[in-house]
């Protein structure tokens, strides 16, 4: 299996193939970190072919600053944000579905219903929250949090400091530390 600088190498010398290849290897990703931040299924999907378009006509211009992992989701997050930005100019923000964003989920068998739902809602809850949060924050909670990414590769996704990046989500879990328990009295 070809590395993703071996698959970026022959990309950029117009080998579709690896191209696709590369592509394949992150697009999961790239889904996942647009259905965070967007917070519905087609939402996500138009943003992350969106992104997959821009990585696409910018490989030639990759310049290996970062991984190219890094780099996708920095195009896939300033591309969501851009869209987010967009709606707000209209006012039009619509994050129900966020509840797609978490994907399935393997329930116990043993588990009572009772448990099950409670479970759900609490998960749901929490969704709400992070779906509730700044921008900002909200990307970069997204990107180290449920991506996974480093606080430098967060870092240099978002094209900000280090200290930004700890600053913004230790802010943005001090907010879901105060706004979770408010919305979890909801399911007692």
């Known amino acids: 299996m070809l590395t993703d600088e071996a698959l970026i190498e022959r990309a950029r010398a117009g080998e579709s193939e690896a191209l696709e290849q590369l592509l394949e290897r992150h697009e999961r990703n790239i889904y996942h970190i647009a259905l965070r931040t967007l917070g519905n299924h087609d939402d996500a999907m138009d943003m992350a072919q969106e992104a997959i378009i821009k990585i696409v006509r910018s490989i030639r211009g990759f310049k ?36 797609e964003a978490s994907g399935k989920e393997i329930s116990d068998p043993a588990e009572a219903p009772e448990e099950r739902l409670m479970r759900a809602d609490l998960k749901a809850a929490l969704e709400k929250a992070i779906a509730d949060l700044p921008e900002e924050y909200r990307a970069a909670l997204v990107l ?33 530390k105060d706004k979770l328990p408010a919305q979890l009295e909801e399911f007692e």
Do not use: H, P
């Open 64 to 99: 290996r600053d970062s991984t190219f992992k890094v780099w996708a989701y920095r195009i896939t997050m300033n591309t969501c944000l851009d869209e987010l930005r967009k709606r707000k100019k209209r006012k039009t923000i619509s994050l129900d579905s966020y509840l």
């Open 144 to 176: 180290r949090d449920i991506s996974g990414l480093s606080y430098q590769e967060v870092s240099e996704a978002l094209n900000i400091s280090l200290g930004t990046v700890k600053s913004r989500i230790n802010r943005a879990r001090n907010i879901l």
